[in-house]
């Protein structure tokens, strides 16, 4: 262990390359920083010049994101005094709450769609995966490819005929729609990403189950599919990401009933043009998920994004 | 395409041999799992791909749907290959491939490189680098518009503070010259990480015993970056240039909400423009056959940068 290597960094680069990489970091989190913090801003604090980094933190953004407020009359609000926090904070405008806003709706609408389509990718992907994995098929290479090729075709280029075709089958902004449209942008990233980790399984396994009478499917599901449980979840957390972050599709084919979050953050307005505290209250509820699953998931980070192309 | 570097990792495992025990045979199971996943992506991809070659010679308007639909040929593609605003929308994407490559490369390599310099803690820093990658581009493109503002913007502000100059005289998204850079600017704060990771597992591929026998013969360090390093990683960087110019080419959500394609059409890549085709003017057959020759351009040079990457990687 202790043995000289000459492949070992020396200490001063270290502590060169260390300061460098961490001030890229640094540098990196200040929009993300900056987005939370405005989050907790007034409305008059997040457009004031100098820029504040210190100011009185407030909820007011967070409740504007979830509220839609009406204007009311002095005597009204005399004599309904605020009954909690969030009543009180409207209040301080001559507001009250009116309702729900659309974002609960539409994050919901994101959950939905999201884990819909990343459980339908994860158990046709793990089956596909599996065949490819233990079976001769035929033209095997060929299929895997077209599979992975369908990746590449711009969203828009699809999108025209999706929108026809869905038109037709009465699928258009429907959850269903949308679930089975991420299932097949998903699939691809499934099927590659699960065979790696099923060929990784060794066969002897099932061979055995096999031989103690098992049927295939028995084998499969009771042999394989507990060995490959990591590598389905981080599968499934990398569908999970992509169907929560697409905007195209969903700008395009979607216009409300099933239209998920990120077409409507960047459109809440408040009283003089964008509502810039609960626009970035609305980025902070929807980034800190996918914040949480990268810090889970950086193992498997690499082979997530480019489909196992790069073996680790 | 058959000869990537993807389809040659699928050969490295050659399926075992049908077998038939109890229960159903291997082949009906194999077809079992697998139709499914085929069936979809031949009604969602494939069909809709020959519905997009189909309208590409029509004048089809998805808005006017009783309109009688006639063929016009190769009107459609004509019209586009000799319109002078789309060749100008096409540098436009060309640049803004160009530039955000060159940062990334640049700039995640170095990342890279630094982080293998194995220094205590580099894992939680490399995972703060990587987060800007896993958001929602929208969002971002959102977001980045808020800190480009000239009056408020955290960014002018910040670059105003080191050069002294005020933070309102420059306007990021508004100027014409500008706005290009805003996006490069963002495009790279997202995907920088993207390269860095490529990179980071070209480097951690390279055997150690490499530079060993290199120091023995006594190469300089100097020597042996350019004579190990480079060549060993070339595959890597080719490999993140694709992906990231694959990825770029039908760049879209972050654009939209950072310019909209502005000012005037600055900025307009050709997914927007596209998209206004399609979506805003409705000119279904002329917008499908602008997505065909942008589809088989990306297909084109993908494939063609394939090849010479297995030669790359050959050697």
Known sequence: ?312 | MNDTPISRAANATPPTVARKIKGLSDRAIAWIFVGPTIFLLLAINIFPLIWTINLSFTNFRANRLNREVEYVGLRNYERILTDSDIWLNMQATAHFLFWTIFFQVVIGFTLAYLINKKFKGNDLWTTIIVLPMMLSPAVVGNFWKFLYQPQIGLFNYIIAFFTGKEPSSFEMLGSVDLAPWSIVIVDTWMWTPFVMLICLAGLRSIPDYIYEAAEVDRASKLRQFFTITIPMILPFLMLAILFRGIENFKMFDLVVQLTGGGPGSTTELTSINLKREAFEKWRTGYASAYAIILFVTVFGLASIYVKALNKVKER
């Open chain 1, 1 to 312: 262990m202790s043995s000289f290597s000459v492949t070992e960094p020396s200490k001063s680069s270290k502590w060169f390359a260390g300061t460098l990489v961490i001030t890229y970091a640094l540098i990196t989190m200040i929009p993300l920083a900056w987005i939370m913090l405005t989050g907790f801003k007034s409305p008059s604090d997040a457009i004031s010049y100098p820029p504040k980094v210190f100011f009185e933190p407030t909820l007011e953004g967070y409740v504007n994101l979830f509220t839609t407020r009406t204007r009311q009359t002095d005597e009204f609000l005399a004599a309904n005094p605020p009954e909690n926090w969030y009543e009180d904070i409207v209040r301080q405008y001559d507001m009250v709450i009116a309702g729900p806003s659309k974002f609960g709706e539409r994050f919901l609408n994101s959950v939905i769609i999201g884990f819909g389509s990343t459980f339908l990718s994860i158990f046709l992907g793990t089956l596909a995966a599996y065949a490819f994995s233990r079976f001769k098929i035929p033209l095997a290479d060929d299929l895997l490819f077209f599979i992975l090729s369908t990746r590449m075709m711009p969203p828009i280029a699809v999108a025209i005929p999706i929108f026809l075709m869905y038109r037709q089958l009465g699928l258009s902004d429907t959850h269903l729609g949308m679930i089975l449209l991420y299932t097949a942008v998903n699939i691809s990233l499934a099927v590659w990403l699960l065979k790696g980790f099923i060929d990784e399984i060794p066969r002897e396994y099932e061979e055995a189950a096999l031989i103690d009478g098992y049927t295939r499917f028995q084998a499969f599901y009771k042999v394989v599919l507990p060995q490959a449980a990591t590598g389905i979840a981080s599968t499934a957390i990398f569908c999970l990401i992509f169907a929560w972050n697409e905007y195209a599709f969903a700008v395009l084919l979607t216009s409300g009933t099933a239209q998920t979050a990120p077409p409507f953050i960047p459109t809440i307005i408040g009283v003089g043009g964008l509502d810039w505290p609960a626009v970035a209250a609305g980025a902070t509820i929807f980034l800190l998920p996918v914040m949480i699953f990268t810090v889970a998931l950086r193992k498997h980070l690499l082979r997530g994004i480019t489909f196992g192309a790069v073996r680790k």
